[in-house]
T-cell receptor, first 113, second 112 residues
Framework: ETGVTQSPTHLIKTRGQQVTLRCSSQ?????VSWYQQALGQGPQFIFQ???????GRGNFPPRFSGLQFPNYSSELNVNALELDDSALYLC????????????FGQGTRLTVV | GENVEQHPSTLSVQEGDSAVIKCTYS??????FPWYKQELGKGPQLIID?????GEKKDQRIAVTLNKTAKHFSLHITETQPEDSAVYFC???????????FGKGTRLSVIA
């Protein structure tokens, strides 16, 4: 086990709704990255948080937003859900500037209907 | 940005045989080369990595080789076992907390 936990593991939402996904990083890790993995594809980078600020963003619209808390845990928020948002959402924690290894949680499977 | 390609996309081997997956990348500045294994219903798990100052690294049945000149690195699994069946991803990047750029994955099936 990596020590990175995500919640919930599964959820179903209706198009147009909003969703919040949560991630607790591995102890001692100060950086959290979020990825979206569509079925049969590799994970795609959404954004990264370090010291409670967004520190890099992939090609995702502003309706994807996030937060990082003082304990380094993080949230991913998605507004105005679309059917194409259905995917596995992964968070990965790492230690900025020390280790380059990123450790992933088990993911949250989001289904938008 | 980094462009990453993996080959093959699917691979079936008999138990006990070897498997090799190749990853090519475009950004010559990349200096960290990890391989991840993803089992059904789980997140990717780091299984081996190599840095740009090393040509080969081995960990029991798993090895990674790097050719920086040609911009590719490969995952080698020897004496494959059914539990090696999974999707494998490469994700070369420039360390310093730039994001991982994943290939599309290789589905490995080990047939008992």
């Amino acid at each position: 086990e990596t020590g990175v936990t995500q919640s919930p593991t599964h959820l179903i939402k209706t198009r147009g709704q909003q969703v919040t996904l949560r991630c607790s990083s591995q102890s001692g890790h100060n950086t959290v990255s979020w990825y979206q993995q569509a079925l049969g594809q590799g994970p795609q980078f959404i954004f990264q948080y370090y010291r409670e600020e967004e520190n890099g963003r992939g090609n995702f619209p502003p309706r994807f937003s996030g937060l990082q808390f003082p304990n380094y845990s993080s949230e991913l928020n998605v507004n105005a859900l679309e059917l194409d948002d259905s995917a596995l959402y992964l968070c990965a924690s790492s230690v900025r500037g020390v280790n380059t290894e990123a450790f992933f949680g088990q993911g949250t499977r989001l289904t938008v209907v | 940005g980094e462009n990453v390609e993996q080959h093959p996309s699917t691979l079936s081997v008999q138990e006990g045989d070897s498997a090799v997956i190749k990853c090519t990348y475009s950004d010559s500045a990349s200096n960290y080369f990890p391989w991840y294994k993803q089992e059904l219903g789980k997140g990717p798990q780091l299984i081996i990595d190599i840095r740009s100052n090393v040509g080969e690294k081995k960990d029991q049945r798993i090895a990674v080789t790097l050719n920086k000149t040609a911009k590719h690195f490969s995952l080698h699994i020897t004496e494959t076992q059914p539990e090696d069946s999974a999707v494998y991803f490469c994700a070369p990047f420039l360390s310093g907390n730039t994001p991982l750029v994943f290939g599309k994955g290789t589905r490995l099936s080990v047939i008992a």
